[in-house]
């Protein structure tokens, strides 16, 4: 039984690859899907059309095609990555597609009257975005980044395919060292629940904390 | 590195034998989500509380783990417990359980959109369980589920390169093998991309003109 614990402990690094990857990973799709949500509501016809032309891109092709373009096309192109950057971009570039149309969603939904109350107030474009929408917008967001957050999580898991040492390589590894498969694979199913159920667990006390100050603004 | 578009040529008959594959998987595959999805969600509304109880948290358990693992779990495991599968099974399996259970909250919201006064007309009528379902609660709950449920099925075609994790030979394997062979990468994962793209460009069509048909797409 004693080496069993090896194994485990194996398990538990892979998944520390997988937190850290989900981590960095969704800062860079929390960035992208402001500046292309934002994007695709601009004034500029440039900035739109840069906007949708990245939705459309990175929504389009899947996870795993951007994933291995990225660790094999990019290097005869002059640009070598690491597993991990190649990992962290492929990630943090799709997730954040999705999740720009969730930006543009929220901000189209909050009401004409809020604009309005902005233009009476002689708050500029920007002021307005900042204090009055933005705020309000968020709230309505975070669920659906919930999901978002959920779905970068599972897609982690492609990465093994380009050798990084996530819970899905590391399961592989014990599987082709033990012959056993039931353990290892049941062990890291069990560990991406738990990783999901913390971050809907953690978005939902967040969307709490959030909507306190806002009682009775919205309708 | 130089694009040639000769190699295009040269490759382009592999790469044709692995679209026909991903085809075959995402159509076997979303057959098996769409009877799936229904199971689940008739499942949980089964008056028997262990019933949907279990059967809800099965498929939460399925949606919050990655397909990646499922798919080793189907095609590692279950050879153990005696049941070997072809990997092109083993990958429709798969596929179709995890989007099985994210068809069933699109079946759930179809069929709780159905009026009550359906219910109630069709026990005025005195049809009973089996009759309601399929004369009365089915034909009105199906038509406007249907572009939620492509929108899906469109999803599952774009996970289909993982499917080449299980040794099924699709498109993404075989550019993987041609790559290989001649160590060029910039044409055939160019092309995988660019076929993927294609395709999801002409399905955004395909989603308007059922949303048209067939009534709005619920967010």
Known sequence: MTQWSGYLGLILQGALITIELTLMGSVLALIMAFLAGLGRLSRFFVFRALATAYIEFFRGTSIFVQLFWAYFVLPFIGISLTPLQAGVLALGLNVGAYAAEVVRGAIQSIGREQYEACTALNLGRWQGMRHVILPQALLVMLPTFGNNAIELLKATAVVSLISLTDLTFQAQVVRSQTGNTLVPFTTILIIYFVLALVISWGVRSLERRMARGLDGVRV | ?219
């Not at chain 2, 990646?68 to 189907?74: D, E, G, N, R, S």
């Not at chain 2, 394997?173 to 041609?178: H, L, R, W």
């Not at chain 2, 092309?191 to 069509?205: D, E, K, N, Y």
Request: contains cysteine.
């Open chain 2, 1 to 219: 590195m130089e694009w040639d578009w000769n190699f295009v040529r040269e490759i382009m008959p592999t790469l044709i034998q692995g679209v026909k594959i991903t085809i075959l998987a995402t159509l076997l595959g979303s057959v098996l989500a769409a009877i799936v999805g229904l199971a689940i969600a008739l499942a949980r509304r089964s008056p028997n509380r262990a019933v949907s109880r279990s059967v809800g948290f099965l498929a939460e358990f399925i949606r919050g783990t990655p397909l990646l693992v499922q798919l080793y779990f189907i095609f590692y495991v279950l050879p153990d417990i005696g049941i070997l599968l072809p990997p092109l099974v083993a990958g429709v399996i798969g596929l179709g359980l995890h989007y099985g259970t994210y068809t069933a909250e699109v079946y759930r919201a179809g069929i709780d959109n159905v009026p009550r006064g359906q219910w109630e007309a069709a026990k005025a009528c005195n049809l009973n369980a089996r009759q309601t379902w399929t004369h009365i609660i089915m034909p009105q709950a199906i038509p406007p589920m249907i572009p939620a449920l492509a929108n899906y099925f469109i999803a599952m075609f774009k996970e289909t390169p993982l499917l080449s994790a299980i040794t099924v030979l699709e498109l993404m394997n075989q550019a993987k093998s041609v790559a290989n062979t001649y160590y060029r990468y910039v044409e055939p994962m160019t092309l995988v991309g660019a076929f993927f793209l294609v395709i999801s460009l002409f399905s955004v069509v395909l989603l308007r003109w059922l949303e048209h048909r067939y009534g709005k797409i619920e967010r």
